[in-house]
């Protein structure tokens, strides 16, 4: 398995409307690229960290190099309206292979 990890800063006010349109975005995503879906966090800093999960680097760079295009205008308007300037479309913090996976299914999400 591969991740990569990105990271936003979004405009005060906008959180609900960017965690919206980026379910959206990684609704398809997955559908489109093939990619196992993504977790949403809030850092301390306020920043929004996406940790997506790809079946290989393969798979990714695929994506990636198509820039994950997807067929939702309104949700990729959303989300990049929903951006702070200095977070378009967003800062890639690092790409890793998983060597080791101890996550479990979540109750509630079975």
Known sequence: MYVAVYAWRVKPGKEAQFREAWRRGTRAITQLYGSFGS?????????????????????????????MVYDDPEARAAFMDALEDDSRPGEMIGNMLVTDDLLTTHPTRG
């Open 39 to 67: 977790r949403l966090h809030q850092a301390e800093d306020g920043r929004f960290i996406g940790y997506a999960e790809w079946p290989d680097e393969e798979t990714w760079r695929k994506a990636f190099d198509a820039k």
